[in-house]
């Protein structure tokens, strides 16, 4: 028996061609081809190129670069604003503009060169020294015991250690004693 071919007809007998679009085809998530391969170009063309130059002169005779795309220049120092090392510029269709370098990475910073400090400065004028300091630097507090440079003093008295505001407690005996702290 010879192979027979068969030809595809629609319900009045014309032939049907079997070739069929992107968007005709599904995959198993149920969207279509076509608009699986749109997601994949628009992936894919948002992607920022990043060129690699050994150094200014290279970045600049650089072919094709397109706006938004970065190159990373190995010895950025013809450039002045970077003293050693690599920079990174961002082109806006015109020119160059550095957005980082490498030389930042293992920044110094000196407090002279800090903007904002004096707000830093004020609340470090406000510290203050005790005459006393080694003594009070031997107090310590509990709720049963106060002790001092070693020695537990007020054995058997109630103690508290309260802020500014806090109540006494209801239950606090007549001979206890209480820590308050005071706005200095």
Known sequence: MANKLFQPQDHQGNPVDLKTS????????GSNVET???????SISSKTI????????ARDVLEGVQKGELCWVLDATADETVTKGAAQYLYTGETWIK???AES??????WSAIQGKEA???AMAKAHEHANKELLDTISADETFVTVNGKKLYVGRQIAVLG???PIPDDMAATGVIFRAVEA
């Open 120 to 122: 830093v400065e004020a």
């Open 36 to 42: 699986e391969l749109g997601t994949l170009k628009a």
């Open 22 to 29: 992107a968007a005709a085809v599904t995959t198993a998530s």
């Open 99 to 101: 957005t980082s370098e």
């Open 50 to 57: 990043c060129h690699i130059a050994n150094d200014i002169a």
């Open 164 to 166: 500014q505001d806090d």
């Open 105 to 110: 990475m293992d920044l110094i910073l000196q």
